[in-house]
Structure formats: C-alpha cells, structure tokens
C-alpha cells in the first residue's frame, strides 16, 4: 500500500514558471525524499528532509515539510524544459514508500 | 565514483520460468534495496539488505526473494514467473539504512 499520496498526479506548465507538488502521508516518518524519474528510467535523488527539519534549500528545488499536517510540498522555480519528469516524494518509516508521484511537463 | 550497475537491462521470460536479477551498489554502500515499478502500482517495496541480512521486507509472495554477498552486490530471484511480474525493477544502494538511496536504471522485465 501507498504511505504517500501526491497532488496533483500531473502538471502541465510553461517554462520560467514555478511547479509546485504536494505530498501527504499517514504515519511517522524519519525522513522524506523526493525523487525524479525520467521516462521510465532510474530514479535521481533530489532531497532528503528529516523529520526534525521544516525546509531545505538545493538549487532551485525547496521542500517544506509540515510533520504536523503529515505533508510536504516540493516546489520548483523558474523551471526548465530540462525539469519535465515524475516527481516521487517517499516516506522513509524504516523502509522507504513511495507515493503515486506527479508527472510535471514543461512546455518551451 | 560508478553508479549503481544492474544486470540484465531488459530480459523476457515465459511464464513458470524463474528469473534472477543482479545489482552491484556503489562502492562502500552496504545497504541494497530492490523495488518493483508498474503502470498499476507505482513503486513498491520489496526487500532491503543490509551486511549480507535482509533488514525489511514488503508484501510480495515467498515466489520472490533475494540475497547479498560480502561485497555487498546483491540478486534477487522471482521463481514461477507470471504475466503480472511484468515490470522495471530497480535496484538502489545506500551508504547506511534509511539514508538517501540511489538508484540504478532498473532491469526491465517482460513475462509473455
């Protein structure tokens, strides 16, 4: 079963523009982790956040995480054609869950 | 630093067969998760290893099962295969339980 439900499923935007994906889940976690999947392929790892944490910075990817609301949200600005993917946000509970993920297009 | 190998890329079995899949982790890494990926289920859980020790396990049948060497590479095995063992099943290493974990590109599997 999903410990992670992610919103929207897809996201269609233009380029320059912000992406924002949510993620919420259902029990305590250690960590969060977002990943990006490209067409079927490997995952990369964008950025683990803990429980403790409440924001992280890389690049131009910030995630919050609210333990509270049991969710998180990734945000990605001023985006790129380059960004088009599948965003997964996984709970780390001693193993690591991941949500349905949402697929993010970038139109040039 | 090499990546996370895994071998075969793409394989295709018939039903009843049995399948193994190899993973070798990045090096240091002791710890090797194994996930199952399909259109219907999304990412799923199977099992996680840790110094040779299966540390977790997910709710897959005994059919599948998996192991790890002193070296750290690990196999997994899917025996009796069946049409919905159709999937990329990936493979992800980790310098320790619970960290970030990085993923190699996955053995796509296609059972006719």
């Known amino acids: 079963s999903q410990q992670g439900e992610e919103d929207p499923q897809a996201l269609s935007i233009q380029e320059g523009e912000n992406a924002t994906m949510n993620c919420s889940y259902k029990t305590s976690i250690n960590n969060l982790q977002w990943y990006r999947q490209n067409s079927g392929r490997g995952l990369v790892h964008l950025i683990l956040i803990r429980s403790n944490e409440r924001e992280k910075h890389s690049g131009r990817l910030r995630v919050t995480l609210d333990t509270s609301k049991k969710s998180s949200s990734l945000l990605i600005t001023a985006s790129r054609a380059a960004d088009t993917a599948s965003y997964f946000c996984?709970?780390?509970?001693?193993?690591?869950?991941f949500g349905q993920g949402t697929t993010l297009q970038v139109k040039p | 630093k090499a990546g996370v190998t895994q071998t075969p890329r793409y394989l295709i079995k018939t039903r009843g067969q049995q399948v193994t899949l190899s993973c070798s982790p990045i090096?240091?890494?002791?710890?090797v998760s194994w996930y199952q990926q399909t259109p219907g289920q999304g990412l799923q859980f199977l099992f996680e290893?840790?110094?040779?020790?299966?540390?977790n396990k997910g709710n897959f049948p005994g059919r599948f099962s998996g192991r790890q060497f002193s070296n750290s590479r690990s196999e997994m095995n899917v025996s009796t295969l069946e049409l919905g063992d159709s999937a990329l099943y990936l493979c992800?290493?980790?310098?320790?339980?619970?960290?970030?974990?990085?993923f190699g590109p996955g053995t796509r599997l296609l059972v006719l």
């Open positions: 090096s240091g890494h002791r710890s």
């Open positions: 992800a290493s980790s310098l320790a339980l619970g960290e970030t974990q990085y």
């Open positions: 290893y840790f110094s040779e020790t299966q540390r």
């Open positions: 996984a709970t780390e509970t001693g193993k690591l869950i």
